[in-house]
């Protein structure tokens, strides 16, 4: 079933940008054949480490037609449509073109902080208009509020159209209440690179991940070693990567990865405002931790 295919690394995909600032349709294309032959399992679009909110309509729209047409169906496609302004977004949804789309992850509506009930009552809208099935984003860090568990597995239970959930508010103890008390069929993804081993071991699915738009083989090797119950196999990956996780963070997603990502020959290291690129210092850290993981 549909439902199913979100299982194991699954890529939330920076948007490549020239020095002119428009969307490098070249590396675009590089990125897609990096993730793919990878063994990236299903890749997610216009997500917050695509830089979103820089991006006109119009550029959104084109982006998710170029990547579609680039995975010509060989790995399901997520989008990301989000807003804190629910009757916007539902008229988005409404009208949104959905042919080679697979799923929508819509975030928390970010500033407004809405209580529990607020984000109840806006993703039940949301997921009465959509016309594919919904994975749910909790990211306090960004949005401001955090959904709590009891919400997530209100909507689980509830709305037939919400079949998962991107987990990233850091905390074990809200997953294992998600995990616990869950539908069978519903789908729970790690939205931190550094906590998906103990989410998986925990019962969860898989990961969107940002460390993976760099590193799919190897980050995709400890996703599906621990999906395997290969947790010691597993766990030596997830240390050798644990300083790059965190490098790939100091200052901001996704200036680390796209640093990343410039030294590896896929794309120029450019970002739109307010973003800015990685320090010199930091850029030449995490070439020489890229080195030393490629060795």
Known sequence: MQKQLLRGLGVAMVTPFTK???IDWAATERLV??????GTDFLVVLGTTGETPTLTPEEQ?????????LVNGRVPIVVGKSSNNTERLVKELETFDYSGVDYILSAVPNYNKPSQEGIYHHFAAVARAAKCPIL??????RTGVNM???????LAHESPNIIGIKEAAGSLDQVSDILAEKPTDFVVLSGDDSLTLPMISLGAQGVI?????ALPTLFGNMVHAALSQEFPQAAAIHLRLHKFYKLLFEQGNPVGVKCALAHLGICENNLRLPLVPASDDLSARIAKELEVLNQ
Do not use: C, F, M, Q
């Open 148 to 154: 709590l568990a009891s919400t997530t597995l209100r």
């Open 61 to 69: 729209h084109e982006y998710v037609r170029k990547v579609i047409a």
């Open 209 to 213: 991940s940002v460390v993976g738009n």
């Open 136 to 141: 749910l984003y909790n990211v306090p860090g």
């Open 20 to 22: 002119k600032g428009d």
């Open 33 to 38: 054949a990096h993730l793919l032959d990878g």
